[in-house]
């Protein structure tokens, strides 16, 4: 398995990952947040991006040694999907928010035969709810989907669930209490706003309304 920690070291240093328990940022959702992560960073950085792709493949590698296609979500995760289906030989499509409003009106691109054995490619998981929308349209397209990979996720307990329900199996290359722990640890935070941090994940949208 991935070495979280090596990965959240990789987000913090390149600064993917900003926390701010004290000043908190705002999500589309509207949600106050006291961190915001911007994986997209990630890919000015080669030596970075290069170690988080390896990593990336060894887990789709081992965990997933069925895999006969990858597909990643628009937009985030083009780039990690057509990365790691490279290093793996591996075919490739990607997944539109919606169907294009002209052309040929697709909303995956790329060539895919029915039935093959799917990989999700998402660059986070935050609600799950947008990752899961592109396994319905994956999945409707005739694919079968055996897996969900991402770089970094949350660990919402909506979003766990909602996996668990839909059948999909999720690997994350670290996550949210590795990341923490760590900032903790390189003085990138205080100790005492740790909990903080750790409070805003079990319920963000009751923490945002009382900032």
Same mark, same amino acid.
């Given at each position: 398995? %991935? #070495?979280?920690? @090596?990965?959240?070291?990789?987000?913090?240093?390149?600064?993917?990952?900003?926390?701010?328990? /004290? +000043?908190?940022?705002?999500? @589309?959702?509207?949600?106050?947040?006291?961190?915001?992560?911007? #994986?997209?960073?990630?890919?000015?950085?080669?030596?970075?991006? *290069?170690?988080?792709?390896?990593?990336?493949? #060894?887990?789709?590698?081992?965990?997933?040694?069925?895999?006969e296609?990858l597909?990643?979500?628009?937009?985030?995760?083009?780039?990690?999907?057509?990365?790691?289906?490279?290093?793996?030989?591996?075919?490739?499509?990607?997944?539109?928010?919606?169907? /294009?409003?002209?052309?040929?009106? +697709?909303?995956?691109?790329?060539f895919?035969?029915?039935?093959?054995?799917?990989?999700?490619?998402? *660059?986070?998981?935050?609600?799950?709810?947008?990752?899961?929308q592109?396994? *319905?349209?994956?999945?409707?397209?005739?694919?079968?989907?055996?897996?969900m990979?991402?770089?970094?996720?949350?660990?919402?307990?909506t =979003?766990?669930? @909602?996996? @668990?329900?839909?059948?999909?199996? %999720?690997?994350?290359? %670290? #996550?949210?209490d %590795?990341?923490?722990?760590? =900032?903790?640890?390189?003085?990138?935070?205080?100790?005492? *706003?740790?909990?903080?941090?750790?409070?805003?994940?079990?319920?963000?949208?009751?923490?945002?309304?009382?900032?």
């Open positions: 398995m %991935t #070495n979280e920690k @090596a990965i959240a070291e990789k987000l913090l240093q390149v600064n993917a990952v900003k926390l701010n328990p /004290k +000043n908190p940022f705002t999500w @589309a959702s509207g949600w106050k947040s006291p961190i915001y992560c911007d #994986n997209r960073k990630l890919l000015g950085y080669p030596y970075v991006r *290069d170690f988080i792709k390896s990593e990336m493949c #060894n887990v789709i590698f081992e965990q997933f040694p069925d895999a296609l597909a990643g979500v628009a937009t985030a995760g083009i780039a990690w999907g057509a990365m790691a289906s490279d290093q793996l030989k591996l075919p490739y499509i990607y997944v539109r928010p919606k169907p /294009k409003e002209h052309g040929l009106g +697709n909303q995956i691109e790329g895919y035969e029915k039935g093959m054995k799917t990989v999700i490619v998402e *660059d986070l998981i935050s609600t799950g709810k947008s990752s899961l592109v396994v *319905d349209v994956v999945k409707e397209a005739g694919l079968e989907v055996i897996g990979v991402s770089i970094f996720t949350y660990g919402f307990e =979003a766990t669930v @909602a996996c @668990a329900e839909a059948g999909v199996r %999720t690997i994350s290359l %670290t #996550n949210y %590795t990341l923490i722990k760590l =900032a903790v640890e390189k003085g990138i935070i205080e100790e005492e *706003d740790q909990n903080t941090l750790l409070n805003w994940r079990e319920n963000p949208s009751i923490w945002g309304k009382s900032i």
